[in-house]
């Protein structure tokens, strides 16, 4: 695809989603708003994932884009969304920056614990600020956009409205980026990092590159979930959160941009039903989806599109596309 | 992998699937014959044992009862008002998120007519203003920070337990009048917001009332740590008269398991804010002569009424165990609930009450529960306050349970704040205005 294409596509699709979501009940409203705010976290990890590295330590950038929003709302009394959801980017976006090439040095099991210690360290900070609401947290009062409050039913379908908007943003810019060189390029470093330094690209600096990327894509959802939820605690930190993150890109598959998000819807629903129908055993249910996801579709569900292009002749024009595919498996 | 080929099938349906699925979902309609309730506990993770599956078996125990009309007067109306109760439970395990997005899946979704829930305080904390936004009636059952209506005002949100400041309070007052001799005292609580807050409770009650004795050891283990093998050796060191804990469930009881062997409880007076839970598990592990609560005048501390026989016999005689504090805290949520919705129904004629209805009927209401009389006298007439009692283990060999005995009874004014003054204030302020024994 073309990057016009891709833009159409993107603009298209968030259209779309805007215009369904005046028809979706409440509580769908709401499902879809987390499923998007999680959704984008994951895309972060799947650039990392697409060099070869998986960062167990996302809930680390969720949590300080989160807490960056509830404590700016709470002690300076900022309360425009589209702001908000900026700074809580770019404040996890400076957190990946600093830890970025520090991490970057480091590849396979190595970079994941140690992404994973650095958010659990941060979930041990917060634990013990009582000044910041301790393991309870705090509750922030609803944004408000361009001077308008979001309350009741419009309030619901503005987050909605925005969590789409910002998050089909991230993932067109994500879909450009990872069909540009250095996209491409990360591609290359998951198979032959050694060949890539030959070549005379920076591995390291890539990697660091795509790890900060991640974080603000990782700050941009804890803000978008802290303004909807209108709570925040330390579990945003926590190692369980990360790991949900990891599995909805596993469960999303390396090759696709969308494939996250419909990912990441699928995994609430399957949540919520379960839970309602299954009080007693809904985590068992969970995983018993999990399971036969990755025992049936071990490409992810981004694989059910792919493999349609995949017996189709191919023209050339996806060529690319299709060797970034081969290579991530 | 080279296709999705077994999966073929799966590309298009799924898609008309979720759709349908969806579509069905909305038609749930309301009925007017029947009062749907959410119920909120924890059925899975380290909660569920001790508190969640109690809580659970006690809302069946009642909802069993009243819907069969059988429970004593003043609740001998069928369900609330002749309105069947219809319970939907919810697992509370999952974190914040998860319950935030569930509440509003019970309102919205499943159409409840209110919810009934939390244990865990920051479940609490993120639901309340939730269902303000919604404006849905929600009672919060169980859990014990004093944050949620000391913070924050709330229109449709209820509390219809004491929160954990009678809990030390009451300990203080008991080791006081039984002239426990208090010259130092360790902690030991988890690092997390209960354990925080139980210990500023604790300390501040004992400097009002023990102004000479000295805190030591002040541990903080993590929470579900499991091993206390290093604590307990600082607490063996450090040889204070008393051992404060507010450890609960599985880590109280690993903390017991791993101390009476080593003789800590010989030496010092065990002091617990919530114990009762773990007795019907520890049995004769359990050390004699240690101090607990049970947040309230539960269990084997419960007061003899008609009102507490029917509930405590019935319950023990369904589940062969005697309720603990969990399915005492979720009857007296109930029993509320019942008087909100019947209250309303006779200022509205008869009809299924609104939220707002039901709000107004509930706020500065008072009722009994087997526990003794929960009156909604703080945060505006949201939050209740309750009497609470405290008592002394011993096992009995010829009932092979333990037994709890010297059980002295609070009165709710005399371990709770009164409105409007905050909790941790009130301590240091030397409980002004607590009527004990009727004297101020």
């Known amino acids: 695809m073309s990057r016009t294409a891709i833009s159409v596509g993107a603009v298209g699709v968030i259209g779309a989603l805007l215009a369904i979501g005046a028809l979706l009940p409440s509580w769908l409203l709401f499902l879809v708003t987390m499923a998007a705010s999680h959704g984008v976290v994951s895309l972060g990890i799947l650039l990392i994932m697409r060099g070869g590295l998986v960062s167990f330590g996302q809930g680390l950038f969720f949590a300080v884009g989160g807490y960056a ?79 308008w409050r979001l309350e009741g039913a419009s309030g619901d379908y503005a987050l909605y409205a925005l969590a789409v908007v910002v998050t089909g943003v991230a ?94 819807l699928v995994l609430e629903l399957v949540r919520s039903f379960s839970n309602l129908y299954f009080p007693n055993t809904w985590q068992l249910a969970l995983g018993v989806f999990l399971l036969a996801v990755i025992l049936f579709l071990p490409g992810g569900i981004g694989s059910l599109g792919q493999a349609r292009i995949w017996r189709r002749p191919t023209k050339g024009r996806d060529l690319a596309a299709l060797r970034a595919g081969e290579a991530a498996e | 992998m080279s296709t999705g080929m077994p999966f073929r099938w799966l590309r298009r349906p799924t898609l008309a699937c979720a759709f349908s699925l969806a579509a069905l979902l909305q038609g749930a309609a309301q009925a007017q014959d029947s009062f749907k309730l959410g119920i909120v506990t924890f059925l899975s993770g380290p909660a ?4 969640g599956v109690p809580a659970r078996h006690g809302a069946e125990f009642v909802i069993g009862e009243l819907n069969k009309g059988s429970a004593p007067a003043p609740y001998n109306k069928v369900g609330f008002g002749g309105l069947k109760i219809e319970p939907v439970f919810v697992d509370e395990n999952g974190g914040a998120t998860k319950q935030v997005q569930e509440l509003r899946n019970l309102y919205q979704r499943e159409n409840v007519d209110a919810v009934v829930g939390y244990i865990s305080s920051g479940d609490c904390l993120a639901v309340a203003p939730a269902a303000e936004e919604l404006k849905r009636f929600l009672i919060l059952f169980d859990c014990g920070t004093p944050r949620i209506f000391e913070e924050a005002q709330y229109k449709y949100v209820f509390r219809t337990a004491a929160h954990a400041t009678q809990d ?79 450890l609960w469930g599985g880590d109280l009881q690993a903390f017991i398991l791993q101390a009476a062997p080593r003789g800590l409880f010989q030496n010092s ?34 007061p003899k009424t008609p009102l507490n026989d029917w509930f405590f016999n019935g319950y023990q005689a369904q589940r062969n165990v005697w309720p603990v504090q969990g399915a005492y805290r979720i009857t007296q949520a109930l029993l509320g609930l019942k008087v909100a919705v019947e ?11 609104t939220p707002e209805q039901l709000a107004a009927a509930m706020e500065n209401s008072e009722w009994e529960s087997p526990g003794g009389k929960i009156q909604m006298k703080l945060g505006n007439g949201h939050q209740a306050i309750q009497p609470i009692a405290i008592g002394r283990t011993r096992y009995d060999p010829a009932k092979k349970m333990v037994i709890l005995e010297d059980i002295q009874h609070f009165e709710a004014e005399c371990v709770n704040p009164p409105a409007h003054m905050k909790s941790i204030d009130w301590i240091k302020a030397g409980f002004p205005g607590a009527k004990c024994d009727g004297r101020t």
């Open chain 1, 69 to 147: 929003v509830a404590l700016t709302v709470n002690r300076w009394g900022a309360t425009d969304a589209l702001v908000l959801v900026g700074l809580g980017g770019a404040a996890a976006g400076l957190v990946g920056a600093i830890t970025g090439p520090l991490l970057a040095r480091y590849s396979g099991i190595f970079f994941g614990m140690l992404s994973l210690a650095l958010s659990m360290v941060l979930y041990g900070i917060l634990v013990k600020s009582t000044a910041l609401g301790g393991s309870d947290g705090f509750n922030i009062p609803r944004p408000t956009i361009l001077g």
């Open chain 1, 171 to 264: 993932a067109w810019l994500c879909a450009i980026y990872t069909r540009s060189v250095r996209g491409l390029v990360t591609l290359a470093i998951q198979a032959n990092p050694l060949r890539v330094e030959y070549l005379g690209a920076s591995v390291r600096g890539i990697m660091a590159l795509n790890f900060a990327l991640a974080a603000v894509l990782g700050g941009v959802g804890g803000a978008l979930t802290v303004l909807a939820l209108g709570h925040i605690e330390p579990t945003f930190a926590y190692w369980t959160q990360s790991g949900e993150f990891v599995f909805v890109a596993i469960l999303a598959g390396p090759r696709s941009v969308s494939a996250i998000f419909a990912a990441s």
């Open chain 2, 48 to 51: 569920a044992e001790s508190f």
């Open chain 2, 168 to 246: 030390n309070v009451a300990l203080g007052r008991y080791m006081k009048s039984r002239n426990v001799k208090v010259g130092t005292f360790n902690m030991i609580n988890q690092d997390y917001a209960w354990g925080h807050d139980s210990k500023a409770d604790f300390v501040a009650t004992m400097q009002q009332l023990y102004p000479d004795a000295k805190p030591q050891a002040d541990l903080l283990p993590k929470f579900g740590a499991g091993q206390y093998g290093t604590e307990i050796s600082a607490l063996a060191r450090e040889k204070a008269d008393v051992i404060y804990s507010s």
């Open chain 2, 269 to 302: 007076q065990l002091v617990l804010s919530a114990a009762d839970h773990v007795l019907p598990s520890l049995g004769e592990k359990m050390p004699n002569g240690a101090i607990i609560g049970a947040r309230g005048a539960y269990g084997l501390m419960s």
């Open chain 2, 343 to 353: 209250k309303a129904m006779e200022q509205n004629g008869g009809k299924k009450p």
